[in-house]
């Protein structure tokens, strides 16, 4: 079998199966997570009123 990308191998929709196969560990999962870079700065932020409502709380009526 050919080795996995750490992309692959840790890959949160696979990682459980991983694990359960013995292509990796739960520790190592974890350490895996903790070395990831912050990437706080290319969030969105999304107001769930508007996705809702359609509008912001500052366009509604009073």
């Known amino acids: 079998m ?4 750490e992309e692959i191998l840790f890959d949160s929709r696979l990682i459980e199966r991983h694990i359960r196969q013995g292509l ?3 520790a ?3 350490a895996w997570l903790k070395k990831l ?3 706080e700065e ?3 932020v999304i107001d769930m009123d508007v996705l ?3 509008r912001a709380h500052d366009d509604q009526p009073s």
């Open 37 to 39: 870079p912050d990437s």
């Open 28 to 30: 190592e999962y974890e």
């Open 52 to 54: 809702t409502n359609g």
């Open 42 to 44: 290319h969030r969105d």
């Open 2 to 5: 050919a080795k996995l990308s």
């Open 24 to 26: 990796t560990t739960r």
